[in-house]
């Protein structure tokens, strides 16, 4: 399932910019994400638990960022298991941070999950929902921080 999502940010890029490289941080600000740490370089291990319908999910894995400091671009590939239910997710998350004007940029989103296991049967809408809700959650919460 691809999404994407463009939002306008009442920042300057380098504010947004350097919150978004700070891994751990950036991740506190999506509701459900915890225990973010490094593990090896740029390779972070991390829970995300969040409820989708009638199921709750608990998914445990790893991420790797992969930045481009010269456009402010940067993607992210994760893996996480949820071992209760007996499924996954793997996930491939590609950003942009565009400069808009001194005091604003825009954030460019797309991301592409593939569900395994019993994950996968809670259908798409209500996945492409919930996941717009916490993207707009993420956006809130940056604006939030950086101001």
């Not at 306008?8 to 490289?21: F, N, T």
């Not at 995300?48 to 999910?57: E, S, T, Y």
């Not at 239910?85 to 004007?101: C, D, T």
Request: aromatic share 4%; with cysteine; net charge negative.
């Amino acid at each position: 399932m691809k999404l994407e999502q463009v939002t306008h940010i009442a920042a300057p890029r380098e504010a947004v910019w350097a919150l978004l490289m700070d891994i751990p941080k950036a991740a506190s600000l999506i509701p459900g994400v915890k225990d973010v740490e490094l593990v090896k370089d740029l390779t972070y291990t991390g829970t995300l638990q969040v409820g989708v319908g009638p199921m709750k999910l608990n998914l445990q894995g790893e991420l790797t960022a992969s930045p481009n400091e010269e456009d402010y671009t940067w993607s992210l590939e994760g893996n996480a298991q949820d071992r209760r239910l007996g499924g996954g997710i793997r996930v491939i998350v590609e950003a942009e941070v565009k400069e808009e004007s001194e005091t604003e940029c825009e954030l460019y989103v797309a991301t592409d999950v593939q569900f395994i296991g019993r994950i996968g049967t809670l259908g798409q809408p209500l996945i492409r929902s919930k996941s717009a809700g916490m993207m707009k959650d993420f956006v809130k919460n940056l604006e939030k921080e950086i101001t």
